[in-house]
């Protein structure tokens, strides 16, 4: 197949393709003499048109000469930008065993990982807050000073586990799993633990320490600890319904308004420091730390 092209047309893109050509070649040429950086031209005072130049020498008596920057010069530093959330982090069944001390202080706020595997990891001052960790392993895993806002952990593992000092509000352990076996260099761990408005309701354990714990509004309806400390926390509102408490030490201990319907006390130390055995197997009407 032929195109025909007149010899006008021909004429017509040749000139135009010159033009262009040699405009390119002028700026270009423009540009790379000038030493200053400076990009100068001419401006027609009638008509507009602009033309570049090397020099404003070059201009005609009808034309203004203009020039400006090739680069301009720094502008101030903006303010700084905060920090953006750490992105949605989905990780179901990850181990991260080997991973020593690399998840130190990590923001992992409402990452999804159901089944990982925590186990001895050292996890201080990490960011779990509205995090999915169901049936998640953190058995001897180090928590201490870590956040857990609003975190999921139903049926999480956390055997020897040390929460000193973290933050819990909120969260939901229903059921949570704390065995103590003997080679445990120290059971399940929740000194100073803000623990207000938990749900540890049909959790059990053996050897929990919650030693100056905040459980205000806590729902410990039916969980079974056996050999637990929980002298000087505070379980004001707490939900005690037919919890079992064997062995364990209530010293000090604030239950105002706390609701024990139906709790077990068996060989346990009551607020008030009388032992529950010699109390009729209770240890109401000797909830008064110090009475």
């Excluded at 401006?43 to 008596?61: F, K, Q």
């Excluded at 080997?98 to 925590?118: H, N, R, S, W």
Aim: proline fraction near 6%; charged fraction near 15%.
């Amino acid at each position: 197949m032929y195109i025909y092209i007149s010899r006008r047309v021909l004429i017509v893109l040749s000139v135009i393709l010159l033009l262009v050509v040699a405009s390119g070649a002028a700026l270009a040429g423009a540009m790379s003499q000038n030493e200053d950086n400076v990009i100068n031209a001419c401006y027609h005072n009638r008509t507009g048109a602009l033309r570049i130049v090397s020099d404003p020498s070059e201009c005609r008596p009808s034309e203004s000469p203009i020039w400006w920057n090739q680069v301009g010069p720094q502008g101030p530093p903006g303010p700084p930008g905060g920090s953006g959330p750490f992105p949605f982090f989905v990780c179901p069944g990850c181990d991260w065993r080997y991973i020593g001390d690399k998840l130190i202080g990590v923001d992992l706020a409402g990452a999804y990982m159901p089944f990982a595997q925590f186990e001895s990891v050292n996890l201080s001052g990490v960011v779990f807050s509205d995090a999915i960790l169901v049936n998640a392993n953190f058995m001897q895993a180090n928590l201490s000073g870590s956040k857990l806002l609003g975190t999921d952990l139903r049926g999480a593992n956390i055997g020897g586990a040390d929460f000193t000092d973290a933050n819990l509000a909120g969260s939901n352990l229903s059921p949570f799993h704390a065995p103590c076996p003997d080679e445990f260099a120290h059971c399940t761990i929740f000194t100073n633990a803000n623990l207000t408005g938990v749900d540890m309701s049909h959790a059990w354990g053996d050897k929990i320490t919650m030693r100056n714990a905040v459980l205000v509004d806590a729902n410990l309806a039916y969980v079974s600890f056996n050999l637990c400390d929980l002298s000087n926390a505070d379980l004001t509102r707490a939900n005690l319904t037919g919890a079992g408490f064997y062995g364990c030490d209530f010293t000090g201990a604030n239950l105002t308004d706390a609701v024990l319907e139906d709790v077990r006390w068996e060989a346990t130390i009551c607020p008030d420091g009388t032992n529950s055995d010699d109390n009729g197997g209770t240890c109401e009407g000797h909830l008064i730390p110090g009475g």
